[in-house]
């Protein structure tokens, strides 16, 4: 079976520190995985994916994430946090028939 | 503006009284689900569809009912409602098959009381 697990439910840094949103995942075969933002009343955005290419993901707003399959890690990073970004972020795995999400990440910027 | 629509965006009901949150995309996606979402759930699917007149169940699809008559179009049924449907409700789209990104709708808030 595959599920995903955030291991934090609630990050919170100072604008302008760097961010680090953890997301393990569990998946029997290689895995395409997901990074999503929702704003506050808002659906989800992608962020950005991984599709067994570049282990090193780029993706909007300036936020990365790197594929380590020996940690089965995804973990969402960006070096400077803006007040913007402030928003739940999900971590999901699975691909268009469907997609298994982590709990998500609230994360809280301090001005 | 390529995008998933849903209507409506609240909706507040009572036990037992039918409802359709309807669901639509312009970008001729083969592939559409409905997820619901639920704090410290994360987002579950709850029915989806491969194309048209072809649906299958998700993780959590009991109490709910969805067809497929169009391509563009993917209505959530909840024929008799009850409180633990209270809920955020997404669709979403997705191209075609494999690792493809879905696209989400901007939600469904129902409350069922």
């Known amino acids: 079976a595959q599920s995903v697990t955030q291991l934090d439910s609630h990050v919170s840094v100072s604008e302008g520190t760097p961010v680090l949103l953890r997301c393990n995942y569990s998946?029997?075969?290689?895995?395409?995985l997901f990074w999503y933002v929702q704003h506050p009343n808002k659906g989800l955005q992608l962020l950005l994916k991984?599709?067994?290419?570049?282990?090193l993901v780029k993706g909007i707003n300036g936020f990365e994430a790197e594929f380590k399959k020996s940690e089965t890690s995804f973990h969402l990073t960006k070096p400077s946090a803006h007040m913007s970004d402030a928003a739940e972020y999900f971590c999901?795995?699975?691909?268009?028939?469907?997609?298994?999400f982590g709990q998500g990440t609230r994360l809280t910027i301090n001005p | 503006e390529a995008q998933v629509t849903q209507n409506p965006r609240y909706l507040i009901t009572v036990t037992g009284k039918k409802l359709t949150v309807t669901c639509s995309q312009n970008?001729?996606?083969?592939?559409m689900s409905w997820y619901r979402q639920d704090p410290g759930l994360g987002l579950r699917q709850i029915y989806y569809?491969?194309?048209?007149?072809?649906?299958d169940k998700g993780d959590v699809p009991e109490g709910y009912k969805v067809s497929r008559k169009e391509k563009r179009n993917f209505p959530l049924i909840l024929e008799s409602p009850s409180p633990n449907q209270t809920s955020l409700y997404f669709c979403?789209?997705?191209?075609?098959?494999?690792?493809?990104?879905?696209?989400f709708g901007p939600g469904t808030r129902l409350t069922v009381t």
């Open positions: 970008m001729n996606h083969e592939y």
């Open positions: 998946s029997s075969y290689s895995p395409s």
């Open positions: 569809s491969m194309n048209v007149e072809v649906t």
């Open positions: 991984y599709t067994s290419a570049a282990t």
């Open positions: 999901a795995l699975g691909g268009a028939q469907k997609l298994v």
């Open positions: 979403a789209s997705s191209l075609g098959t494999g690792a493809y990104e879905q696209y």
